[in-house]
């Protein structure tokens, strides 16, 4: 008969493997100090103005806290609070879920085709046209102009070109009526959705190595879209990545065109977003605990979204 022998890590192995993955930390960290000297003053404001708010936001979420009296833990009231009592909450939740799903992927695709499209021009007309499909990002407030374009009277824009091509009789509040102040701001947003992900896309597509196109004429590439998805995409993986962070992260953060053009709060809560309902609770009525536990689930959705866009991205090329 043969005997098993159960080979078993003893206790001396473990630690002497635990001490060479300290050492092995040790020696990369002083090898590459100079590189963690020159990071550090980001990782600090990082820490102290993100992680420590986001941990902070998290903590007071199972507190009442109205910023007059001490904190009280409360447990999950507040989250009970939140998704059973809270009718006006559900109603910017689907707001929110509408704008990130309508904005979101649109600006997104639309970012990476006009960026696609502008890279294939000369280099004095792609910087023309990238300083012109960017210019609403760097104006600030400009979206007001839509105020004047949507405006409830007949001197409003489109209300006057309706009323004098005979399409209406009468001007129509555009941003009074609920059935329509959705629907304009979620306009407006994707007007100004070109913005920090559309200079990524240009950049990763200036980064791309020539030779691989190249190589991949010979290999079987046939046309421009078999070029795209197994030789742009995958090359660009970086900016694509970075863009889906920062359209989700804008998809899901509307509140300035919100309040803007459809009032604060708007018409029958229209418009009305997570974030708007954060402000109402946080910068308001002063219910920080409350106030954390909408911010909290508003940070769970950001991340969930990004870990799944992070997952499909990973496909790309395949």
């Known amino acids: 008969m043969q005997t098993k022998i159960n080979h078993q890590p003893t206790t001396g192995s473990i630690y002497q493997a635990k001490e060479s993955r300290l050492a092995k930390f040790k020696k990369e960290l002083k090898r590459g100090k100079h590189y ?92 023309f046209m990238t300083l012109i499909f960017y210019a609403p990002s760097l104006s600030g407030n400009v979206f007001f102009i839509w105020l004047i374009i949507f405006s409830g009277d007949s001197y409003g824009y489109l209300n006057g070109f309706l009323m004098s091509a005979g399409f209406i009789l009468e001007p129509i509040q555009w941003l009074r009526d609920e059935q329509y102040i959705l629907w304009v701001v979620i306009l407006v947003q994707l007007w100004l959705s070109l913005g920090t992900a559309f200079l990524a896309f240009i950049a990763g597509l200036q980064t791309i190595d020539r030779s691989l196109i190249e190589a991949g004429a010979v290999d079987g590439i046939k046309n421009r879209w078999q070029e795209l998805w197994f030789i742009t995409l995958p090359s660009m993986k970086p900016q694509l990545l970075f863009g889906a962070v920062m359209q989700i992260t804008m998809a899901f953060a509307v509140a300035d065109i919100s309040i803007a053009l459809a009032g604060f709060p708007s018409v029958n809560y229209a418009a009305h977003t997570v974030v708007t309902h954060l402000m109402d609770y946080g910068s308001i009525r002063f219910e920080m605990g409350y106030a954390s536990a909408i911010a909290t689930v508003l940070f769970t959705l950001m991340v969930g979204t990004n870990l799944v866009i992070q997952k499909l991205l990973r496909k790309v090329g395949e």
Not at 87 to 116: E, H, K, Q
């Open 36 to 127: 963690y000297i020159l990071m550090a003053p980001y990782f600090i404001i990082f820490g102290l103005f993100t992680l420590i708010p986001v941990a902070v936001s998290f903590v007071l979420s199972f507190f009442h806290f109205n910023m007059l009296e001490f904190p009280n833990f409360i447990g999950w009231d507040n989250y009970s609070r939140l998704f059973l009592n809270d009718d006006i909450f559900m109603i910017a939740l689907r707001n929110t879920f509408i704008f990130a799903v309508i904005t979101g992927p649109i600006s997104y695709i639309a970012c990476f085709l006009f960026a696609w499209i502008i890279n294939e021009l000369s280099p004095k007309v792609r910087a």
